[in-house]
């Protein structure tokens, strides 16, 4: 597609539910993040792919969290037993090559609310 | 955590003037970029100035960087209402040459018409 793509766009979750956030990237960019963002707050890097391997996810905040891009393009970020602190914007952003060489281009994000 | 820190936090100014917003940042970095988010929208990617560039221009948009003062600022000119917008600088370390990009907190600029 055109541009990063995000699902769903909303997303409400009672406290202990999993939920599943998705994330389809340009087509044959290799890298992918994801990012979590807080309401008023610049955002904070969870994880990183390149093609199918996770090569960081020391942002990950805590066990419940999991991402996964298993045949290197669209990638799911996944979180166990929701709490009330998980509720913000998911950002997927993928790049061409890696981060150091071009800007992200960043998906529209997916609006946790947990309830 | 955040590795930048824009100043200031929130900025109001008439349409036509010029916005200047500055960022300051810890480590050694690869490049510093900035990007502009909408309300309830993604970040759009504006800019990208390397550690050994210490001017870039692009349209009305002009970033400077000094590494020695680990600090960038951006300045856009001749302001309109659609550049109402939040505004981040984001850093890539300089000791990784493939990982993430950290951003700071963010300017909330609002143009008055």
């Known amino acids: 597609g055109a541009g990063v793509s995000q699902s769903p766009r909303y997303k409400v979750a009672k406290r202990g539910q999993d939920v599943a956030l998705r994330c389809d990237p340009i087509s044959g960019h290799v890298s992918l993040f994801w990012y979590q963002q807080a309401l008023g707050q610049g955002p904070e890097f969870l994880t990183y792919f390149q093609n199918e391997a996770q090569l960081d996810k020391s942002g990950l905040p805590s066990d419940r969290f999991f991402a996964e891009r298993p045949e290197g393009s669209v990638s799911t970020l996944k979180i166990q037993r929701t709490q009330q602190e998980d509720s913000a914007v998911y950002l997927c952003a993928s790049s061409l090559a890696g981060p150091s060489d071009y800007g992200y281009t960043f998906g529209s994000g997916t609006r946790l609310t947990v309830v | ?113």
Not at chain 2, 27 to 48: A, E, K, M
Not at chain 2, 60 to 86: E, H, N, Y
Not at chain 2, 94 to 100: E, H, L, R, V
């Open chain 2, 1 to 113: 955590s955040q590795q930048g820190e824009e100043d200031p936090q929130a900025l109001s100014i008439q349409e036509g003037e010029n916005a200047t917003m500055n960022c300051s940042y810890k480590t050694s970095i690869n490049n510093l970029q900035w990007y502009r988010q909408n309300s309830g929208r993604g970040l759009v990617h504006l800019i990208l100035i390397r550690s050994n560039e210490r001017e870039k221009h692009s349209g009305r948009l002009r970033v400077t960087l000094d590494t020695s003062k680990k600090s960038s600022s951006l300045l856009i000119t001749a302001s309109r209402a659609a550049d109402t917008a939040s505004y981040f600088c984001a850093t890539v370390p300089g000791y990784s040459s493939a990982s993430k990009i950290i951003f700071g907190s963010g300017t909330r600029l609002s143009i008055r018409p």
